[in-house]
């Protein structure tokens, strides 16, 4: 597939008087693509997937995702947007601890007002797929940090989401469950998900990305192709 899913056209945020955090930064991220976003920290890369989110709004430029205009959006739609067109992984999980593994997953599509008959079958589905359904009346908390990252990952699957967004997935797992993360990510970019992964590790970005795209000091000063790096 050719069609973008994301087009950053000129954008920079700045947040005080010193120098902006994106200056002046145009990307596209075509359907099916798996982009990894590197750089050091504060150097523009959370921003970036904030911009991206509808979570932070550009100074400039605009931000387009499956060809809709972000940067306009008020709180109410920018918040309809994430329902309906991207999921969102984190580093620290971000899980209710109060609710049961399958309540967790199910939780965005009931916000999203869809059919509960519907949302249980993709939740059962998703659990399934990830390897995780014997989990799905435990809470979170009586996991291991891999096993609540596909929990997380299924709940960011549940509205078949046109984009993925992934911050620092591993960033809180030791090598173990960070090796099954970044294996689970691949499977579900092999599968046709588009996914933009920000890390600081390379390796990550080396085995499940087709591309990284690396950020210094609010600019891209390298956007190459995964294979051709090798």
Known sequence: MTDNVIELRGVSRRYDSGPPALADVSLTVAAG????????????????????AGLDKPDDGE????????DTLGEAGAAKYRRRTIGMVFQFFNLLDDLTVFDNVVLPSQLAGAGRADARRRATDLLTNLDIARYAQTYPGRLSGGQRQRVAV?????????????????GALD???????????SELHADGQTIVLVTHDPALAESCATRTVEIVDGRITADTAVGAAR
């Open 154 to 170: 299924a709940r960011a699957l549940m509205n078949r989401p046109a984009l993925l967004l992934a911050d620092e997935p591993t």
């Open 175 to 185: 090598s173990a469950s960070g090796a099954d993360v970044s294996r689970l990510l």
């Open 33 to 52: 693509e798996a982009v990894a976003i590197l750089g050091p920290s504060g150097s523009g890369k959370s921003t970036l997937l904030n911009l991206v």
């Open 63 to 70: 931000v387009l995702v499956a060809g809709q205009r972000v």
